[in-house]
């Protein structure tokens, strides 16, 4: 099981940018995708962008194309997500996500594929 810490969440003004971060537990978290979620008030999850362990494939969603941008460093354990041109509709807790298959090329963006979620963070975007 891999042990997911979200930050970088907070109250932001549309127009703005936020980085959030994803810290991973143990060193097998470098061989695993990654996947950012998020679920806006009375809305179900959705993915918002993934990548693969090596960080060779990302896959965005449409509605934050061009300005949102996955990463990661394996080295730290860490996945991040840019965030730029924030809108109110990106108003979220947004989610970090593990995919246990083994340097996997695959990216997947639907929830059953994830096996290790974290606790979220907050994301306000106020007009």
């Known amino acids: 099981q891999v042990q997911l810490v979200e930050s970088g969440g907070d109250l932001v003004q549309a127009g703005g940018s936020l980085r959030l971060s994803c810290a991973a537990s143990g060193r097998t978290s470098r061989n695993y995708a990654m996947c950012w979620f998020r679920r806006a008030p009375g809305k179900q999850r959705e993915v918002v962008a993934a990548i693969t362990w090596n960080g060779g494939r990302t896959r965005v969603a449409d509605s934050v194309k061009g300005r949102f941008t996955i990463s990661r460093d394996n080295a730290k354990f860490t996945v991040s997500l840019q965030m730029d041109n924030l809108k109110p509709d990106d108003t979220a807790i947004y989610y970090c996500?593990?995919?246990?298959?083994?340097?996997?090329?695959?990216?997947?963006?639907?929830?059953?594929?994830?096996?290790?979620w974290g606790q979220g963070t907050q994301v306000t975007v106020s007009s």
């Open positions: 996500a593990a995919d246990r298959k083994w340097q996997s090329g695959s990216i997947y963006t639907a929830e059953e594929e994830y096996d290790d």
